[in-house]
């Protein structure tokens, strides 16, 4: 059984940084694609970062230069570590992986998520 299990969500202020761990279990991690997403209330859930299972990393426009998406293939785990914050990435963050080769995935071909972890970032 897949599992994702999302840690390292808080509450903040703006201009912080906090990094967020993915661990999987239940898959052979390394031929998955592994992403973040977020959803704010009464939002859609978006793409905010991902890696391929080849290494290849895409971000969200609104991310880039301020989030760095890693994963350790030993360890099974991804993390997204985010700098200088802001208010607007307030969200619950949520892991993603898919058994697919691509880069760019949208939330509806996601195969497996994670149960979200709360980001809150205060002004």
């Known amino acids: 059984q897949v599992q994702l299990v999302e840690s390292g969500g808080g509450l903040v202020q703006a201009g912080a940084s906090l990094r967020l761990s993915c661990a999987a279990s239940?898959?052979?991690?390394?031929?998955?694609?592994m992403g973040w997403f977020r959803q704010a209330p009464g939002k859609d859930r978006d793409f905010v970062a991902a890696?391929?299972?080849?290494?290849?990393?895409t971000y969200a426009d609104s991310v880039k230069g301020r989030f760095t998406i890693s994963r350790d293939n030993a360890k099974n785990t991804v993390y997204l570590q985010m700098n200088s914050l802001q208010p607007e990435d307030t969200a619950v963050y949520y892991c993603?992986?898919?058994?697919?080769?691509?880069?760019?995935?949208?939330?509806?071909?996601?195969?497996?998520w994670g149960q979200g972890t709360q980001v809150t970032v205060s002004s």
């Open positions: 993603a992986a898919k058994l697919a080769s691509r880069t760019y995935y949208s939330p509806n071909d996601i195969d497996y």
């Open positions: 239940g898959l052979t991690f390394s031929r998955y694609f």
């Open positions: 890696t391929s299972r080849s290494g290849t990393i």
